[in-house]
């Protein structure tokens, strides 16, 4: 086996093999959280004029000025966080790469980072590729919905703790984490010492009537947290990998010393882009929001009606369901089969878990799809019980 061992648990995605099933069988795929339909249009005109003004080489490898400075902006107006553009931010190849560099960047091998659990499928694989060690806080249930466990929490920080990781809006679940658990995750990094670093690239995509609050913005947290965000979600552009990490000078240097030779930089003429998004279309991202409300209403009424228990969403692109009470106790293997049974595709939360066991029964949708999608999708699902 060529493959190196820290790498032996992460060579195929459920991501690809429910998507392979989806086009074998011509599936309507919920599995792949992407939007299908194009972000604002004044953006997209942005882009073709970048290219078509010869924004084709090597941006700067901390990003182009004009993206800097929309990200700095956007930081003080949506949450008065000040930043310096040119210390402060760094532009990155998609969260992902803010994600891997990060922890490349302040994991010394060995040292631990805690995260939730279920976890965003990269940041194992990175926490593995620093030779780290990840310690994972499970959701639980708090009737219908999901909460922190507070006291798997506070077990999870030591004196091997070298960051917790926070996704919140969270993927899969849709929890937004309450004030409470930001708090009390603000109290164990300072109390440990270590760093935080936020993924909330879901940040616009709250609903009703929630509002993000960054934990950057809890008193004493500013110094200690890198918070990551994307265009990707915010402005329906997942293929332009155009991401952000902002936090203290150093923090910031940490995760730019990685990634300059995980990628060096990217996504040259899609940065001005994004930055005239950030100051132009964030009307068009508070509709897109508002939709996707409505959106994530529409499928978790389906999923309840053909025979679901249904958890409920608070912010960005899915619904977890579990079909224990339609007779599959199995996730992945119900997965496994939606494609050729009924024509849509999910995928299994236990792909996102170490504790298999616990979460072995869920299942997650995408609503992030057109109106008429999400309709057919609701009617194949309906027979399910309709035999
Ligand atoms: C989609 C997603 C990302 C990846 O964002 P990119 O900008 O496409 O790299 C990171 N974290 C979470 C939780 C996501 O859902």
């Known amino acids: 086996m060529p493959l190196v061992a820290r790498m032996r648990p992460f060579t195929s ?49 901390i990003g182009v000025p004009a993206l800097r400075h929309a990200i700095a902006d956007h930081e003080r107006e949506q949450y008065g966080i000040d930043l310096d553009p040119d210390s402060q931010v760094l532009v990155t190849v998609g969260a992902t790469e803010a994600i891997s560099g990060a922890l490349l960047g302040l994991v010394e091998p060995g040292r631990e980072v805690v995260m939730i659990e279920p976890y965003y499928d990269s940041y194992a694989a990175c926490v593995a590729l620093a030779g780290g060690v990840r310690k994972t806080v499970p959701l639980v249930s708090d009737g219908d919905g999901f909460v922190l466990d507070r006291d798997a929490l506070s077990a999870a920080f030591g004196p091997n703790t070298a960051a917790v990781l926070v996704n919140s809006p969270h993927n ?28 909330e690239v879901y940040e616009h995509l709250l609903f009703d ?36 990490v902002t936090g203290p000078a150093e923090l910031v240097a940490a995760a730019r010393a990685a990634k300059q030779f995980l990628s060096y930089v990217g996504s040259g003429p ?31 009424d389906a999923l309840r009606s053909a025979g679901f228990g249904v958890h ?50 869920l299942v997650r949708f995408a609503f992030c799809k057109r109106d008429e999608v999400i309709a057919e999708a609701a009617a194949r699902l309906r027979t399910l019980t309709e035999g």
């Open 13 to 61: 995605t459920i991501f690809a093999e429910m998507s392979a099933l989806a086009v074998q069988h011509d599936a309507i795929n919920l599995g792949q959280g992407f939007p299908d339909t194009d972000g604002p249009a004044s953006m997209l005109q942005a882009a073709v004029g970048a290219i078509n003004g010869g924004d084709n080489q090597y941006p700067p490898g």
């Open 172 to 199: 899969p679940t849709g929890t937004v984490l309450g004030d409470d658990d930001l708090v009390e995750i603000a109290r164990l990094a300072t109390e440990h010492d270590v760093v935080v670093i936020t993924d």
């Open 209 to 244: 009537g929630r509002t993000q609050q960054p934990i950057a913005t809890l008193p004493g947290m500013a110094e200690r947290t890198l918070r990551i965000s994307s265009a990707a979600k915010t402005f329906n552009c997942t293929g332009w990998k155009v991401g952000w």
């Open 270 to 300: 899609f940065q001005p882009a994004v930055a005239h998004a950030l100051r132009t279309e964030m009307a068009w991202a508070r509709d897109n929001a508002r939709d996707l409300e409505r959106k994530r209403t529409v499928l978790s």
């Open 312 to 361: 409920r969403s608070e912010a960005g692109y899915f619904v977890c369901a579990d079909p224990r009470p339609l007779g599959f106790t199995d996730g992945a293997a119900f997965c496994r089969e939606l494609p050729a049974t009924i024509g849509v595709a999910a995928v299994p939360v236990s792909a996102f878990v170490d504790d298999t066991a616990t979460w072995q029964h």
